[in-house]
């Protein structure tokens, strides 16, 4: 069975995957250096998990997962990108990752935008944004006897 991580994972990634103009969508081969992407994978958007929690609710949890999407653009033949063009991109993943805030996920209760953060071009000609979102879902913990 697939757990709701990667369900969930999965379903972010096909909305991502449906954003005009990103080439490499990926949480399970996450580079730890925007460096470390060729000029052919940009723009690129990681899934990155970085927490979840998870309240007892008689017989089943409401986890709330914690997760950061990491842009990473930069230049492209003739083309050399912006600051605003990495404002440009945060805000049609946001428009179109909320499209769809329960991902079509029965068990999924919310998704939440907790915030965005860009760089101070510190790896320009790179640009590197995180988005941070959490997660809302169920998950039966104890089966009924």
Request: aromatic residues 8%; contains cysteine; glycine residues 4%.
């Amino acid at each position: 069975m697939t757990s709701r991580r990667t369900q969930i994972a999965d379903a972010l990634k096909s909305s991502l995957s449906a954003v005009t103009g990103i080439v490499t969508v990926s949480y399970s081969d996450i580079r730890l250096l925007a460096s470390d992407f060729k000029d052919y994978e940009l723009p690129a958007v990681q899934i990155i998990d970085m927490a979840e929690d998870n309240v007892h609710e008689m017989g089943r949890g409401l986890k709330s997962w914690n997760i950061s999407l990491e842009i990473v653009i930069g230049p492209k033949e003739t083309y050399v990108p912006s600051q605003s063009d990495l404002w440009d991109l945060l805000e049609t993943i946001e428009s179109t990752i909320f499209k769809n805030p329960k991902l079509s996920l029965q068990y999924v209760t919310q998704m939440t935008l907790l915030g965005t953060t860009t760089d101070l071009h510190i790896l320009k000609p790179l640009f590197t944004a995180r988005m941070d979102l959490q997660v809302s879902y169920y998950q039966t913990l104890v089966q009924p006897c």
